[in-house]
């Protein structure tokens, strides 16, 4: 029987710092975004447990420069912080399996993605 993977709900804040603040997602989907951000939580949780940061009733979670804050399986703030990120072996086939199980559209890793194979279509 297979484990349903939960996606993360996201507060409007969340959502609009996302968009402001990490690059190429300035007009993501909300259903997307919230997609994103929980295959980011998720390679924390399985690949880098120590860069997780329990608070009173949250968990902040780095993912790079990106730190997730997670209250009640609702993301409540995501901050792109500047400079060099720790470094971490990033997980690329994880990853990329991720982004196929959760419904992603946008893979940096793929040459068929989505993002890159949309992007002109739209323009006159």
């Known amino acids: 029987m297979k484990k349903e ?9 969340a959502i609009e710092s996302y968009r402001n603040d990490v690059k ?15 295959r980011n939580v998720m390679l924390v949780k399985e690949f880098r447990p120590e860069a997780i ?22 993301i409540i703030k995501v901050r792109n912080i500047k400079g060099d990120p720790e470094p971490w072996h990033f997980p690329k086939k994880r990853y990329i399996e991720l982004n196929k199980l959760l419904g ?7 040459s068929k993605s ?11």
């Open 104 to 110: 992603i559209r946008d893979c940096k890793f793929s």
């Open 114 to 124: 989505h993002y890159r194979n949309n992007k002109n279509k739209n323009k006159i």
């Open 53 to 74: 940061k329990k608070g009173f009733i949250s968990k902040t979670y780095s993912y790079g420069n990106l730190k997730i804050t997670v209250r009640h399986n609702t």
């Open 24 to 38: 190429r997602n300035y007009d993501i989907e909300e259903d997307q975004a919230r997609r994103k951000l929980t």
């Open 5 to 13: 993977l939960k996606i993360l709900k996201i507060s409007p804040a």
